[in-house]
């Protein structure tokens, strides 16, 4: 019996991942994985950033879920290309994955790509996809202590996101705790408080994604 033991695969993946980062590079393609938990306004704050760059920059999402084409259904209304992963039942997108699918998309130079991955704050941040940016969202509701319980999410991240703002006035969250949590494991990336619903500090991320 042949035993597949998970360095192999591992490095399978990272070769793989050094592929779409090349391509990446080449293109002026700024991939943006976005990871986070399922319902943490992944899906929302794609949105919102189509809402405002659509007119000034080509975007292209990828859409990883367990089942469904909800997600990427949300997106082409918009008008923008999206292109749906189901994983059947895995719980991350891998290198390959998204070498296939940036295929498919046949992406043009200097395309802004959203690849919205798998709904958890596990295996996510183990797989290198050849992204440009890691993008971890935590929302209000989730509470404030998931940077000290899913360490290596926030450790991965380059810029870490806390989504539906609108939601503190109602939930016991500890902002001071939650950035404490942040910095005891990743001292660079910058953190903005936004709201889907209402707007408020999207647009400060988008200038970010585009200058940084
Ligand atoms: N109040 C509030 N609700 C939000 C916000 N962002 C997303 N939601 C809601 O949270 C739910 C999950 O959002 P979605 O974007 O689908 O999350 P995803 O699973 O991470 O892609 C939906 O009902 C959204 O309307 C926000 O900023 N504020
Ligand atoms: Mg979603």
Known sequence: MEIRIMKEIMEGN??????????F??????????MASPGAGKTSLIMNIIGILKDQKKISVIEGDIASSIDAEKIEKEGITALQINTGGGCHLDANVIKLSVEDLALQ???LLFIENVGNLICPSAFDLGE???????SVPEGHDKPFKYISMFEAADVIVLSKKDL???IDFDKEAFYKGIRAVNQKAPVFEIS???GEGVKELVDWL???
């Open 14 to 23: 990272d070769k793989l991942a050094g592929e779409n980062r090349k391509f």
């Open 25 to 34: 590079e080449d293109n002026n393609i700024t991939a943006v994985n976005i």
């Open 109 to 111: 130079k200097d395309t």
């Open 132 to 138: 440009t940016l890691k993008m971890v969202i935590a």
């Open 168 to 170: 503190l006035p109602y």
């Open 196 to 198: 889907s619903k209402t």
């Open 210 to 212: 585009v200058e940084g």
